[in-house]
């Protein structure tokens, strides 16, 4: 499989906690974007790597999140404290500089209770 | 604030027929203008996109037609199929920056058998 790969798909954890997913890009792709996404609503935009810098950062990604693209390969996000409004589907996806075309992962579906 | 307008909300069509799904947006550096199909519990898949060069761009049974001077886009589908039962996406990028996407909230489409 050549897709984007997210791990895990799924992930329930209590308030508070520490929680980190792992996103494999495409593997020629040096793009690589975290979005998240609420239930009935479309993706949004988190944060952006290209090669293994962290180039942009949305403001919803609060002090509580990390990312990270240590050798511009796969990459990381990480939620501390975890608190219930951040119950959400988190998405990665790439994309390589020649072309715009960027390609979703099946997400990280992230349940706090 | 919306960056990318998408209506209507729901589509319920019968098999055969031509749902029509609208977007509008505001930023006139938007360059890119992909729609994608989600199942639940799936990531976004990339349909077909189209860049305000051409006014019309055709790929099987999906059709974009884009108007630039009233910022507007729309995706066709011809001969719906009940597979085509999903959420569908219009989104819009820049190549400025990070090239990130900006969704709309989508559209719940059911094909009727």
């Known amino acids: 499989d050549t897709g984007v790969s997210q791990d895990p798909r799924h992930k329930i954890t209590k308030r508070g906690q520490n929680v980190t997913f792992r996103c494999d890009p495409i593997?020629?792709?040096?793009?690589l974007y975290w979005y998240r996404q609420t239930l009935g609503q479309g993706p949004e935009f988190l944060t952006y790597f290209q090669n293994e810098a962290q180039l942009e950062k949305s403001r919803l990604l609060s002090d509580r999140f990390s990312a990270e693209r240590p050798k511009g390969s796969f990459s990381t996000l990480e939620i501390q404290r975890t608190e219930q409004g951040d119950s959400a589907m988190y998405l990665c996806?790439?994309?390589?500089?020649?072309?715009?075309?960027?390609?979703f992962g099946q997400g990280t579906r992230l349940t706090v209770v | 604030q919306q960056q990318v307008k998408q209506s209507p909300q729901s589509l319920i069509v019968q098999k055969g027929g031509i749902p029509i799904i609208n977007c509008a947006y505001e930023n006139t550096a938007f360059d890119y203008f992909p729609w994608y199909q989600q199942f639940p519990g799936k990531g976004p898949a990339l349909l077909i996109a189209i860049r305000p060069d051409v006014s019309e761009k055709k790929e099987g049974r999906f059709t974009i037609s884009f108007n630039k001077s009233a910022k507007q886009f729309s995706l066709h589908i011809m001969d719906s199929q009940p597979g085509d039962s999903a959420t569908y996406f219009c989104a819009a990028s820049s190549a400025t920056g990070a090239n990130n996407l900006f969704f709309g909230t989508g559209t719940r489409l059911t094909v009727i058998p």
């Open positions: 593997s020629e792709h040096n793009r």
């Open positions: 996806a790439s994309s390589s500089e020649m072309n715009t075309e960027a390609f």
